[in-house]
């Protein structure tokens, strides 16, 4: 495969942050700066309301990976790379590795839950705070923290996959029990890797030694494993009724006996329901995450480096119209000079506070602390507490062990 053109960005620790307000390095300090950031009114003609813009950082203490912490897949892992999306379309090959490293992490990033920084966004929402969330996430965990509270997935979801043909999305439940269907030997494997406790271990010398790589996103590295064995089904509704293609031709879209995807379709093909690297946010989804920042006078970016052109714009256009902005992430974050630069050097949060600590204790804190301001005597917030042929099945003999 040729090298690709793309670049992923800032895979390289990015300067340390100052802390703003300077008081606000230990977490009483940061509590009453965020405190602050959101009781005092808002700049003229701006709303009362808060935006928050989130990223993976958020998710790490639910047990999944992020990309750009201290112990992100860019840092530890630096022969990483995500897949490209001209490369899943274009190789049957590719398809077969995503596919199967994705089957293998789908059990731990599915029975993952929200962690108590995702609730504490909840609370923020009910206390009137907090109008709205984009998040580069992926894993769906703003929408079951907080249903009520709008929540725009900015890179999509992987809750689903979505036809590259017809566009029609099918559950991802379903898309797994298929891939186990078509591929039983893995679903053996998948099925002693999660007893054995493989795909939970956050040990990265019990990873080495079983020879397994968790990624972010549900990507489950086996460097040994049979890929090219792996098998995928097809679009269900284009197998059911063949598409028009670009030229004007019907879609070849068939399967073998078993029901697995044909290489040689030209339809029919399934994806993550998410924003693939080198792929084109819609014009839709752009213009919903302009209207969050536009109808909000406040952004919280919390757990993320914005290292995302996508993430990073709009923080800049929350920058420019003049919303004060308040960046909770632990490591330095794009740019982020300029959205502190003209700060007065006294002020204690109104105007931008950043803060490097964990999003997981700092959070709830914030949210008991608003809560008694806003009702005297309130007690704690409730909340949670913290196809592979049968002769192949010898590649997999002692990776568990």
């Not at 802390?19 to 003609?45: D, E, M, Q, R, Y």
């Not at 001209?86 to 590719?94: D, K, R, T, V, Y």
């Not at 709205?132 to 703003?142: G, I, L």
């Not at 632990?330 to 502190?340: A, H, N, P, S, Y």
């Amino acid at each position: 495969m040729r090298k690709p053109l793309l670049r992923i960005p800032f895979t390289d620790a990015l300067p340390s942050p100052t802390t703003i307000p300077s008081t606000a390095h230990s977490p009483p300090g940061a509590v009453a700066a965020l405190h602050n950031f959101f009781t005092s009114p808002p700049p003229k003609g701006l709303s009362p309301a808060t935006v928050v813009l989130s990223g993976a950082g958020l998710s790490v203490a639910s047990g999944l990976a992020d990309y750009r912490g201290t112990n992100g897949t860019y840092r530890v892992n630096k022969t990483y790379r995500p897949i490209y999306y001209h490369e899943f379309l274009a190789s049957h090959e590719a398809r077969k590795r995503y596919w199967a490293r994705s089957f293998l992490g789908w059990t731990s990033l599915h029975n993952a839950k929200p962690n108590t920084g995702h609730h504490a966004v909840r609370h923020l929402g009910q206390l009137g705070l907090v109008s709205s969330v984009v998040t580069q996430n992926v894993d769906s965990f703003h929408p079951k923290a907080h249903p009520e509270l709008p929540t725009l997935e900015l890179h999509g979801y992987l809750r689903s996959t979505v036809c590259t043909s017809c566009w029609n999305e099918f559950p991802r439940d379903s898309f797994q029990d298929e891939l186990a269907r078509l591929n039983p030997v893995w679903a053996v494997f998948l099925k002693e890797a999660v007893a054995s406790g493989a795909l939970a271990t956050e040990d990265p010398a019990e990873k080495r030694a079983r020879g397994i790589r968790m990624n972010p996103d549900g990507d489950v590295e086996l460097p040994e494993a049979p890929y090219t064995t792996f098998r995928y089904p097809a679009c269900p509704h284009c197998l059911a009724s063949p598409p028009t293609l670009a030229d004007g031709s019907r879609g070849r879209v068939e399967v073998d006996h078993d029901g697995a995807w044909d290489p040689s379709n030209s339809a029919g093909i399934l994806k993550p329901a998410v924003v693939m690297f080198g792929e084109s946010i819609s014009h839709k989804v752009k213009q919903t995450a302009e209207e969050a920042i536009d109808n909000a006078g406040r952004l919280l970016v919390l757990a993320t480096s914005l290292a995302t052109y996508s993430a990073w714009r709009l923080a800049k256009r929350a920058k420019e119209r003049g919303m004060p902005i308040a960046i909770v992430n632990i490591g330095g974050v794009r740019g982020e000079d300029i959205f502190f630069s003209d700060l007065d050097p006294q002020q204690v949060g109104a105007e931008g506070v950043r803060v490097e600590l964990s999003t997981e204790s700092l959070l709830p804190t914030l949210v008991e602390e608003l809560r008694r301001s806003q009702t005297p005597g309130t007690s704690a917030l409730p909340g949670p507490a913290v196809s592979l042929r049968q002769g192949d099945a010898a590649v997999f003999k002692d990776m568990l062990s």
